[in-house]
């Protein structure tokens, strides 16, 4: 009997080491991170960051667009063909997949996620493969990348407890957001690492972030792992559904039912491709529109009509 147990001690003491070098190995080739050189000199090169800037609403590009139009830019935008990419292709590494996305996809919101582990270690990190889904109920998205070692704590801690707030980000927060994001020893605070301030929730376990606009508590609902993705040395993928429990709103940022946020106090930041971030700093509008009023003002829309009666 003990005898058997040594063995499997055995066992996985190898598993583990043979984990911690495959993992190791492919730390070697993975550069997520980019390197940007000397920034603080590159920086320097900058104009300073505008504080004060107003945000201007314009016309939207083409206000006199009508049904149909599809770009009214004289076929600029068809001139180019498109390159199709694989993103499993064997010869294609998985940064490349991420450096295309994230900047094809963007500007995109970052998801600033309070949560604490089962002994009540707490931490704080940003996600911007994160998204509001639904409002009723609420319900949010945030995605979990593989990396060589370990999970993310993040992704550990809401598999541990099930808890969360997601905070938004606005410019004034965004140095401090991002020094959350180093790769801190599981179990050091970014609360500390960042200098941000703690306030208290009502329905889970994690602190709100009291410089954000908006807080949201929220206890996961789904977690979907990609097992069948998972390479060796490298921790798995995951994508967690979380439903809000409660909203906290910064007095003074919203109107008097507390049904919207003012664009100007929220001043949200976007994460862009690369290490950069973008912020609104001029907006536009399009009315939404109802088939019933449109058909009777637009030929096009008519004739549609009248051709799917016809089938
Ligand atoms: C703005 C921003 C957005 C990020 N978005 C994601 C993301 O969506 N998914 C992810 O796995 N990592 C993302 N990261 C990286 C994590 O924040 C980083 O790995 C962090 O160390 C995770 O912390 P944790 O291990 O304490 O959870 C992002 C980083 C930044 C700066």
Request: glycine fraction near 6%; hydrophobic fraction near 35%; aromatic fraction near 8%.
């Amino acid at each position: 009997m003990a005898a058997t147990a040594a063995a499997t001690a055995a066992t996985a003491a190898a598993t583990a080491t043979t984990q911690e070098s495959q993992s190791d190995a492919v730390q070697k080739n993975y550069k997520i991170v980019q390197d940007v050189g000397n920034f603080t000199a590159t920086e320097a090169q900058r104009p300073d960051f505008d504080h004060a800037k107003h945000i201007e609403t314009t016309k939207s590009p083409y206000p006199t667009w009508d049904y149909g139009q599809g770009v009214p830019d004289n076929g600029a935008s068809l001139l180019q063909e498109h390159h199709e990419v694989d993103p499993y292709a064997p010869d294609r590494p998985s940064v490349n997949n991420y450096r295309l996305l994230v900047s094809a996809i963007a500007p995109r919101p970052v998801g600033f996620l309070s949560t604490v582990n089962s002994q009540g270690q707490k931490n704080l990190s940003p996600f911007s493969y994160f998204q509001v889904i639904d409002h009723d109920p609420p319900m949010f998205i945030v995605g979990f990348s593989s990396r060589p070692g370990r999970v993310k704590d993040t992704y550990r801690n809401l598999k541990e407890t099930g808890e969360c707030v997601i905070n938004t980000v606005s410019e004034n927060m965004i140095e401090a957001v991002n020094a959350t994001s180093i790769d801190a020893p599981y179990g050091v605070s970014e609360w500390d690492v960042s200098g941000l301030h703690e306030a208290p929730s009502t329905t889970v376990k994690p602190s709100r972030v009291k410089e954000s606009v908006f807080s949201v508590e929220g206890k996961v609902i789904d977690i979907k792992e990609f097992a069948d993705h998972q390479q060796p040395g490298m921790s798995i993928a995951a994508t967690v559904l979380i439903r809000a429990t409660r909203f906290w709103v910064k007095e003074g940022t919203a109107d008097a039912d507390f049904s919207h946020i003012d664009l100007d106090k929220l001043r949200p930041v976007g994460q862009l491709g690369g290490v950069s971030y973008g912020r609104v700093v001029s907006t536009f509008e399009r009315p939404r529109t109802k088939w019933s009023n449109e058909v009777v003002k637009s030929e096009l829309l008519a004739r549609l009509e009248e051709e799917k009666g016809e089938n």
